[in-house]
């Protein structure tokens, strides 16, 4: 509500947010109001199959990945997180570098998916990850090749990293207050 109101998706009335962490949590807005579903499940974009059983969840968040990073590698469990296999791969670590790749390809494949079925103004984009500047435009270029790979071309992609942040919860409390 907070980056509706105020931060990234204030300049248009419908839009998606996708929020990065352990997994895939989001939100969809159409006209400019959060649409919950009849049982609470709009924007539950983690639950949604992209590779067999493996869901967005499951292939899109840097946790898992780094979880399964690490249980490849026999290390103990924990030991990597997210932030750290980023910077292995920054460093070319093979292994590294192939996991993030595969995050990369699968939040693209997901981000596709839902731009297809509901032709969104924007994307939002939030957690941690979203700090990363090379994410979004690395991923919209992959988004953009899965458009045409699909004849999609009309679909119009802006993706764009959410503005507050960690912030925006305490944001959205006040904005969701002030509309009693």
Do not use: Q
């Not at 109101?5 to 109001?33: H, M, P, Q, T, W």
């Not at 968040?61 to 690490?70: D, E, I, L, N």
């Not at 595969?102 to 103004?121: S, Y």
């Amino acid at each position: 509500l907070a980056e509706v109101a105020y931060g990234a998706a204030r300049d248009v009335d419908n839009a998606l947010f996708i929020v990065i962490g352990s997994g895939i949590g989001g939100a969809v807005i159409i006209n400019k109001e959060l649409i919950k579903g009849k049982n609470l499940f709009g924007g539950e974009f983690g639950f949604m199959l992209l590779e067999g059983e493996a869901s967005f969840s499951d292939l899109a968040s840097p946790v898992r990945a780094a979880s399964r990073y690490t249980e490849e590698l026999g290390l103990p469990k924990g030991t990597i997180s997210g932030k750290e296999l980023f910077a292995r791969a920054e460093e070319n670590e093979p292994i590294a570098v192939r996991y993030v790749e595969n995050l990369k390809n699968n939040l693209a494949r997901g981000i596709h998916t839902l731009l297809v079925a509901l032709n969104p103004e924007k994307v939002v984009i939030g957690g941690a990850i979203s700090a990363r500047k090379e994410l979004i435009p690395e991923v919209t270029e992959r988004i953009h090749h899965l458009l045409k790979k699909t004849n999609a071309t009309d679909v119009e992609v802006n993706v764009v990293p959410c503005h507050y942040n960690n912030d925006a919860n305490l944001i959205g409390a006040v904005v969701a207050f002030d509309k009693c």
